[in-house]
Nanobody
Framework: QVQLVESGGGSVEVGGSLRLSCGDS????????MGWFRQAPGKEREFVAA????????DYRDSVKGRFTISTNNAKNTLYLQMNSLKPEDTAVYYC????????????????????WGQGTQVTVSS
């Protein structure tokens, strides 16, 4: 059973940076498509970024392109989301998720394709 745990959230000022981490107790995540989603207060959860199994193909929502980077470590047991130039509209609970059954090509942007979810970590950006 995959149990994802996120860390690294916190409060920052506009323009600041945070790096979120996600792992499964040190176990490899290389067999999964991995994604980050977020949910702001009063809003639906939305896609942020995803990474293919190979780690080669990534995708981002338009509003974070050029500011956020999804990656894994060399051991392929930790997923990261580097967030730079943060804006107040980035304030949300951020969730990592794993897709066990997706294709080996472009990662899915859709929540219903992801099988395992973390508990979320809060990111607050203040102006």
């Amino acid at each position: 059973q995959v149990q994802l745990v996120e860390s690294g959230g916190g409060s920052v000022e506009v323009g600041g940076s945070l790096r979120l981490s996600c792992g499964d107790s040190g176990r490899s995540i290389s067999s999964y498509i991995m994604g980050w989603f977020r949910q702001a207060p009063g809003k639906e959860r939305e896609f942020v970024a995803a990474l293919s199994r190979t780690g080669v193909v990534s995708d981002y929502r338009d509003s974070v392109k050029g500011r956020f980077t999804i990656s894994t470590n060399n051991a392929k047991n930790t997923l990261y989301l580097q967030m730079n130039s943060l804006k107040p509209e980035d304030t949300a609970v951020y969730y990592c998720a794993a897709d066990a059954d997706g294709s080996w090509g472009r990662p899915s942007l859709y929540q219903h394709d992801y099988d395992y979810w973390g508990q979320g970590t809060q990111v607050t950006v203040s102006s």
